[in-house]
């Protein structure tokens, strides 16, 4: 990575000396310099956070923003409460079918300075010998690793020039939603919920789920239930072609 960064660092400042073929050897413009800026990455999540050197997994596990991601089951971290992004006037919080209603703030986005003053701490840290269970712990909590190289880039910000995979995003949204969507199977409103399962597969052995976890999916279950026997289907976002321009 740091062979990278040091090239796009020369390309960025000095530039690279090229040749205009359009134009005769003897013209004074044939040779020049080209400077390039790196825009913006793209990869998926556990190669960007390689690069970035950023947690993309645990409780802070959001590249854009602060959002606490909360343990569905051991070792599995899932951003549960995502309404909080919504506007505090919008329905969608209130919804039964959703769950309770939610009353947190949206989370902050991250900073590119602040990711910058976090890393050096964290490096900082290792230096003065604080032992590996704290590092590991600030990692973890602040999801951050440490400075990456590409905090050297003059004009790459290493929070918002980097984008989400599409192609993972692409793929889950195809499979997930469009395809049963033209199947007509998105929504199935005859269909009773089956109670939770008490038990899960771990590495080929069945593994009770503890009393706590057993809670939250017979609360989710009870939801769902009383939503199938009032007979209403989850709202769907309207995304029919009626409002765009046809001119």
Known sequence: MLLVVNEL?????????????????SDPSFTFYLKVVLMTIIGDYPGTG???????????????????????????QCAIH????????DSYRSHY????????????????????????????????????????????????IGLSFLTYLQHF?????????????????WHKWIIPMTKGTLIERNKK???????????????????????????QWSRKLISWQKDEEVPIIDISCTHMDKS
């Open 157 to 173: 910000n290493i929070i918002w020039d980097v984008l989400p995979c599409y192609m993972h995003i692409a793929k889950g949204l």
């Open 193 to 219: 919920p089956l109670p939770p399962q008490t038990t899960r597969t771990v590495a080929g052995e069945t593994v009770k789920y503890s009393a706590p976890e057993m809670l939250v999916r017979n609360a």
């Open 9 to 25: 660092k020369i390309g960025e400042t000095a530039g690279y000396r090229m040749h205009d073929f359009s134009k005769t050897p």
């Open 50 to 76: 390689k690069v970035t050197r950023m947690h993309h997994s645990g409780f802070r596990a959001c590249h854009w923003c602060w959002h606490r991601f909360d343990t569905i089951n051991t070792g599995h």
């Open 97 to 144: 079918a959703f769950g309770d209603h939610e009353h947190a703030a949206p989370p902050a986005p991250r900073m590119h300075n602040e990711y910058i003053g976090i890393a050096r701490k964290l490096e900082d840290a290792v230096r003065a010998g604080k032992s590996k269970t704290y590092i590991e712990h600030e990692q973890r909590r602040n999801g951050i």
């Open 82 to 89: 995502y309404r909080q992004h919504l506007s505090f006037s």
